[in-house]
């Protein structure tokens, strides 16, 4: 490892280094890997409810981000505790 420039930032350094291996994956947080929401299992029209979370909660974002990732696109609504998602391309 070799540490090419430090940048301070909120009181902590922040290094710039080259040749870091990156770790293999688990598979956890994988955008195009495996998931524990069913968006890879999902084909246009489906749709899943999602209790006791908001619009602005993380499995709503993951999904946003899951199906931009993979060419898919999602439509969300509040719905009686939760948010239901529907796949709509």
């Given at each position: 490892?070799?540490?090419?420039?430090?940048?301070?930032?909120?009181?902590?350094?922040?290094?710039i280094e080259k040749n870091v291996?990156?770790?293999?994956?688990?598979?956890?947080?994988?955008?195009?890997?495996?998931s524990k929401y069913p968006w890879p299992d999902m084909i246009v029209g489906d749709s899943v409810?999602?209790?006791?979370?908001?619009m602005t909660s993380h499995p709503i974002n993951y999904a946003y981000k899951w199906m931009a990732r993979n060419g898919r696109k999602l439509?969300?609504?509040?719905?009686?505790?939760?948010?239901?998602?529907?796949?709509?391309?």
């Open positions: 490892m070799r540490v090419l420039q430090v940048y301070k930032t909120k009181g902590q350094n922040v290094l291996k990156i770790p293999e994956g688990s598979g956890k947080g994988n955008m195009k890997g495996t409810f999602i209790p006791s979370v908001t439509t969300a609504r509040a719905e009686n505790g939760g948010v239901r998602v529907w796949r709509v391309l």
